[in-house]
Structure formats: structure tokens, C-alpha cells
């Protein structure tokens, strides 16, 4: 059995490059006895394992990766497989897709308890709530979120220069700099960054794009698909007769600018109690199709119902675009973006003043390129994040500097 699994292993892990490596591999402290990857279909929750596996070459019997829908496992068992591979003299297991494993939970945790010298790490769609399992693992787990490629990964991708990462305070008080010095490491490679930030918008968010972009759209349709019909019927043991539903709501969200939820009205046209709403809402939210956005308010101020609703990035609605042949707001990419990006490290709400409030602090106004500073009340800490420019002025930001962030 462990033969076996370990030849799966090496096929896997053989070509993995090595060159680039996604933002959270140096943040993971891989000596934790418990990690739990989570993240959306097709960001690189995998390639990124293997690369954690193909690095630690010296001895590769100590390291053992599996599939949990392998047949292999499905026919061994997790905690067979895992008691085995201890008494071989393994040391680190890795346990990918064990969302989709039968009570997955409860054989993790069996695991964890009868084998104290074993390492874990296991990976899963960011759909399931898996701290919150039948089985608590949160006592036990560190839990991280792999999210999609940031502007910034984009262009070490395509331009093959080191570029790092940038904190929103530099951000916001060195700009001009910052955007010029990119600027002319893009032209020096023969590109223009706002080719290169059209470009990531519409194909740039998923690591597959790599792999080309004349059937990108297709691939993330697919990955869409799954999502809807595999993984939340799955996980939130849906009937198949609630899937039109969830597709309805994703497409009146991709059409919208953007979207601000009338939970009674979506309740009414679709025929369904606003409970249903609420929920499905929520499905589509943590299966990592949905992004939401609150107002700043707290305790009971903070109700169910978000203040707008996105698509979780900008790749989901030109593939909605082109599928269905109508247009996408340019004002609601925008805001997709920015949200998207400010969200791996930032508290983001909606703001009476403007478009978002960021850390209770910094006020954001987003538009294109004829945006004013007229428009950000001329608050010491109010913003315009422009669309359509190379470089700034004053607290004028082009919207791509926020690409920087992770």
C-alpha cells in the first residue's frame, strides 16, 4: 500500500517548479503538528503542497502525500494508512482534498491523538467550515487561507523580476515612487503595466492560467460548475433541486453594480423563504464564489444581511461575461478588485463618506481616471484609487498599486 502511494507521490511531485513559490509558503510554519490549508477551487492549494514535498527531497520516505479521493485511500482508510506510514518511520503527512473524505473530521482527530509524533497537514475547499466539524479541531489546528494570485504575483510571473510586497501605509505615502519604479521594470521587459493590469483582471487570478489562456475561461467555468453541483450539495447536503437557485444568485450578482441585497425582494422573485436566501447567500460565500462587504457597525448594529455583495474577484465576472454575452460594469470590477486585494490583510467596510473604509481609518473613493479629489471630502486620510493611470499625484493612488499588498 505505502509502495504504491508512495510512487503516486513522486509522479505528482517530480515536475513541480520550484522557482516560484505563492505568497504564503514562507509565512506556513511547516512545524506545526497541525495545519489545515484552506482556499477556493484552483488557486494552488496542491501544486503548493507538492512543492513543500519535492523541497524536502533529502528524505522523501519521511514525507508521505495523498489524495483523499484516491481508491487507494478510500479502500485502506485514512487512520490505517497513517498508523502504516508511523511505523515506516514516517514523520509528515499530507492529506489533500480531505473535504472529500466521509467524517474526515473524526478520523483527523483519531490521528492527531494516537499518533503525537506525526506531523499533519491537510488541505480543503474553503466551502467547509472545518474548525467547526463535528469533531473540534480548533484547539489543535493552525488554519490558513490560500487565496488567489495577487496583482503582484502576476507580475513576477510574467515579468520574471522579484517584486515585493508593499504595505498599504508605504503605499499610500511613497505612490509615486512606487508606481514609477514598476512602470519602468515592465517597460524594460517590453510591457506596459496597464496591459498587464487589464490582463490580470480578465485571466490573472487563478495559477492555471499559466498553462494558457485560450481555454482559461472554459477551465474556470468548470471549476464554477463543481463548485455548484459537487462541492456545496456535498457539504451543506443540498438537494440537486436547490442548484438553480445558487446559479440565479450568482448570475444576478454578476449583473449588478454591485450588488446591494434586497433579501425580500430575491425571496419574493425566486420563490423561496428568505431563510433559503440567507442561506445560499452564505453557501456561495464560503464556498469562495461570494465576497462580502459590511458596514462598520458592531454588536447588534452588525446584522445578517451584508451592505453589497461581489463575486469573490474580477476573473469570475469576465468568465460570467463572456458565457452569457453581456457587459460588466467597469465600476463593479473595480470595487472587486480593491476589496479582493484588501482583504488579505485588512479590516474592510463600507463607508457613508465614500466607496470603503479600511481599519476604521482610511477612506477609499474608486473610479477612473477623471476621479477628483473633489469627491474624497479632503479628509487627511481619504483617498482616490484611480483606474486608468500609470502614476499618481498627491492622494490620487492608481488602483493597481493595491496588487502590491500580498
Do not use: C
Not at 498508523?83 to 514523520?91: A, C, D, N, T, V
Not at 479590516?347 to 482610511?362: C, H, N, P, T
Request: aromatic residues 12%; hydrophobic residues 40%; positive net charge.
Amino acid at each position: 500500500m505505502l509502495g504504491e502511494l508512495f510512487e503516486i507521490q513522486h509522479e505528482l511531485s517530480r515536475n513541480i517548479d520550484l522557482s516560484f513559490k505563492r505568497y504564503l509558503y514562507e509565512t506556513i510554519n511547516w512545524d506545526t503538528r497541525l495545519i489545515i490549508l484552506t482556499g477556493s477551487r484552483g488557486v494552488g492549494k496542491t501544486t503548493l503542497l507538492l512543492q513543500y514535498i519535492r523541497e524536502r527531497g533529502a528524505a522523501p520516505e519521511e514525507y508521505l502525500y495523498i489524495s483523499a479521493d484516491n481508491i487507494l485511500v478510500d479502500s485502506h482508510g485514512l487512520f490505517r494508512i497513517a498508523s502504516e506510514f508511523h511505523k515506516f518511520g514516517g514523520r509528515v503527512l499530507i492529506i489533500d482534498e480531505i473535504h472529500k473524505y466521509p467524517d474526515w473530521s473524526r478520523e483527523l482527530k483519531n490521528i492527531y491523538d494516537s499518533l503525537p509524533k506525526l506531523n499533519i497537514i491537510v488541505s480543503g475547499s474553503s466551502s467547509l467550515d472545518i474548525i467547526k466539524g463535528r469533531y473540534d479541531l480548533s484547539r489543535r489546528a493552525v488554519l490558513y487561507t490560500l487565496r488567489g494570485l495577487s496583482f503582484r504575483e502576476f507580475l513576477i510571473l510574467n515579468l520574471g523580476k522579484d517584486i515585493r510586497q508593499v504595505p498599504l501605509k508605504k503605499i499610500l505615502s511613497n505612490h509615486v515612487e512606487i508606481s514609477r519604479d514598476l512602470k519602468e521594470t515592465a517597460e524594460k521587459s517590453g510591457r506596459k503595466i496597464l496591459r498587464l493590469f487589464t490582463d490580470y483582471l480578465k485571466f490573472g487570478y487563478y495559477p492555471y492560467y499559466l498553462e494558457g489562456t485560450g481555454d482559461y475561461f472554459i477551465k474556470l467555468n468548470n471549476v464554477m460548475e463543481k463548485v455548484i453541483y459537487e462541492d456545496i450539495p456535498s457539504v451543506f447536503k443540498l438537494k440537486q433541486t436547490s442548484i438553480p437557485y445558487l446559479k440565479k444568485l450568482i448570475y444576478l450578482i454578476a449583473t449588478s453594480s454591485p450588488f446591494h441585497p434586497n433579501i425580500a425582494r430575491i425571496s419574493s422573485n425566486l420563490g423561496i423563504s428568505k431563510e433559503y436566501v440567507y442561506n445560499y447567500i452564505d453557501y456561495l460565500e464560503k464556498a469562495g464564489l461570494f465576497m462580502f462587504l459590511y458596514p462598520p457597525e458592531r454588536g447588534l448594529r452588525l446584522v445578517r444581511k451584508p451592505e453589497k455583495i461581489y463575486l469573490e474577484n474580477t476573473n469570475l465576472y469576465r468568465a460570467i461575461e463572456g458565457d452569457r454575452r453581456f457587459s460588466i460594469e467597469s465600476g463593479t470590477v473595480r470595487e472587486t478588485f480593491a476589496v479582493n486585494q484588501l482583504k488579505a490583510l485588512h479590516a474592510v467596510f463600507s463607508s457613508e463618506k465614500a466607496d470603503l473604509m479600511i481599519d476604521g481609518r482610511y477612506v477609499f473613493e474608486i473610479g477612473g481616471r477623471t476621479k477628483g479629489k473633489k469627491e474624497n471630502g479632503g479628509a487627511d486620510d481619504a483617498f482616490i484609487l484611480s483606474d486608468g493611470i500609470e502614476t499618481g499625484y498627491a492622494k490620487k493612488i492608481p488602483l493597481w498599486l493595491l496588487g502590491l499588498l500580498y
